[in-house]
């Protein structure tokens, strides 16, 4: 019997539920949920594949962390050119998160051409305050792979396939 298992939030302390989700062998993820019970730990099964708490984990997780880490470059670099306290006002117009908004992600895919020397820009003024660039940098290789969405309409999934990475391209350097 094999179950993959995840946790998803702070650790139950001052009255925090961290959510374990569950996957895997149905049997298992059960006896899994009735040690965590009387826990402030809720369990969440998400079905019998293995690996699939796992992958919620690394994609929840990944989102998160990233824009925590771009949040705090965003910052420095405005603290560093004297206008933080304008950048925090931007942000507080913003009440979502760009994690809820799928539909974005094609409309993203479609301005890459454009978005991609800005954040080349961003780069330069990040090394240039002292700070790393190189999250950055990645950000702009990534919407190098949208070159070809250039001002087009395109769904949600047209424009994740545009990232998907051939392993020999990517590892000749091609891609």
Do not use: N
């Not at 998803?8 to 062998?25: A, F, I, M, N, R």
């Not at 301005?111 to 940098?137: C, K, S, Y």
């Not at 250039?150 to 391209?169: I, K, M």
């Amino acid at each position: 019997m094999v179950i993959d298992g995840a946790v998803v939030g702070s650790p139950p302390v001052g009255g925090k539920q961290p959510t374990l989700y569950l996957s895997g062998d149905p049997a298992g993820c059960s006896q899994a949920e009735i040690l965590f019970e009387a826990s402030d730990v809720k369990t969440h099964v998400l079905g019998a594949e293995v690996g699939t708490a796992s992958a919620l984990k690394l994609a929840y997780s990944s989102y998160q962390k990233a824009s925590r880490v771009l949040a705090a470059l965003a910052y420095g670099v405005a603290d560093a050119s004297g206008v933080a306290d304008e950048l925090l006002k931007i942000a507080g117009k913003r009440g979502g998160s760009y994690l809820t908004e799928t539909d974005y992600i094609p409309k993203t895919a479609s301005r890459a051409w454009r978005w991609g020397p800005e954040l080349d820009d961003a780069a330069a003024l990040l090394r240039d305050v002292g700070l790393p660039d190189d999250l950055m940098r990645a950000a702009s290789r990534v919407l190098h792979y949208w070159s070809d969405a250039r001002d087009r309409e395109l769904t949600v999934a047209e424009a994740l396939s545009l990232l998907h990475v051939d392993p020999g391209l990517e590892e000749s350097g091609d891609r």
